[in-house]
């Protein structure tokens, strides 16, 4: 007599934190090349020489010391929210030995003065912009936060928050906010009423990872809140300039309870966009696209002939202040690809010179001998 037996394959126990073949692969490979026994986690929260690792379980974990000396150097290699890593134990303490090569990076750029840049979230796919109905909206600040949303390879999706504080103006903030955030879809949601919130919910799939992207003030807490159906995080109040008190003071992975991940980031009142200029031109897709009707390659789309730019705005398809906008956008993310151009020029020579002092260092030691 024989029996049948269906073996169903065991999830992986960091299956629930977007644990995917690809991850996977990038472990193995480092895990095969360590002489330690590695493990791997996922970073809820970073912080100066730490970091909180989700293993499933949550432990703090130090920094190894070849990984204090890489963040040194390029603090934008040091863990942060949403990274994968590989971690070791070392006695009694687990250290963080690798992070894994990110699949996407929400990075500010340049903000230090030696210009490199600040990863805000890493391995994410998709960037919830929320922007506050009460608050405008203000078209240039949602232009850069989008900006950054598709220069890091995720997918943006726009919230209007407090919905219910705009009244009977929403129709028109709504339609305001799709006409510059074209590509992404707009919700208008409200943690208060509810308004909103089942349309905006089924983005949420499980496993997927979402970062939270806009000013202190704009209601992010409060919609997670009521996502979630639980209170997950702080709220605070509103002050009188209508600047938001921040209530999140670091970066921290949470998971709804439908099984999507969310990392919330302090509120961000200052962005500077990339210097790949992917993000602003899917941003201003339409200007690009009458960009490409100019009869000169080279238009700068200013006095000359046949420029499909300034005719747009003559005949009122486009408008004059989001021509300007869009100007200011290239021309900044210009200036950071060319500063970004400079640090590692500036590294490479610094490297060049500590080669050459060791080289005649070893000379000396060798004519001693």
């Known amino acids: 007599m024989s029996t049948s ?26 895990s095969h090349a360590s002489g330690h026994a590695l493990y791997p986690a996922r970073v809820s929260s970073s912080r100066r020489g730490g970091a909180l690792v989700r293993l499933p379980g949550e432990a703090h974990a130090d920094y190894a010391p070849a990984l204090t000396r890489a963040a040194r150097e ?6 942060c929210a949403g990274d994968w890593v590989a971690v070791r134990r070392s006695g009694d303490t687990w250290l ?22 600040q990863v805000l ?7 919830l912009v929320c922007e506050a109905a009460d608050q405008g909206p203000n078209v240039g600040r ?30 028109e903030v709504l339609e305001l906010v799709r006409t510059v955030a074209a590509g992404a879809d707009v919700y208008g949601v409200s943690a208060h009423t509810g308004d909103g919130l089942a349309e905006l919910a089924p983005r949420f799939l499980p496993g997927t990872s979402w970062v939270l992207l806009g000013t202190s003030g704009a209601g992010k807490s409060s919609l997670v809140n009521s996502l979630a159906g639980q209170s997950l995080m702080d709220t605070g109040e509103i002050r009188q300039d209508k600047r938001g008190r921040h209530t999140t003071t670091h970066r921290q992975l949470l998971e709804l309870p439908g099984g999507a991940l969310v990392l919330d980031i302090p509120g961000v009142r200052r962005i500077d966009v990339p210097g790949d200029p992917e993000g602003v031109d899917r941003t201003f897709a339409d200007v690009g696209e009458l960009a490409g009707r100019c009869r000169f390659r080279d238009c700068s789309h200013g006095s000359e002939p046949g420029c499909a730019i300034t005719a747009a705005v003559d005949e009122g398809e486009l408008d004059s202040e989001r021509l300007a906008r869009w100007n200011r956008l290239r ?12 640090r590692v020029r500036a590294e490479r020579k610094q490297r060049w010179k500590a080669a050459e002092r060791e080289a005649r260092a070893n000379a000396r030691l060798k004519r001693g001998r």
């Open 74 to 79: 390029d603090p934008s290699t040091a863990p």
């Open 121 to 127: 979230a890493a391995n994410v796919d998709a960037v």
């Open 331 to 342: 021309r900044e993310a210009e200036w950071n690809s060319a500063r970004g151009d400079q």
């Open 96 to 117: 963080v030995e690798a992070v894994l090569e990110r699949s996407t990076s929400l990075v500010r750029q340049g903000v230090a003065k030696d210009s490199h840049d």
């Open 142 to 171: 949602l232009e850069r936060f989008l900006s950054l949303a598709w220069a890091c390879g995720a997918t943006p999706v726009v919230a209007v928050t407090k919905s219910e504080l705009a009244g009977d103006r929403l129709p």
């Open 5 to 30: 037996r269906t073996d169903t394959p065991t999830a992986h126990p960091l299956t629930g934190l977007g644990w995917n073949p690809r991850v996977e692969h990038a472990f193995d490979t480092l």
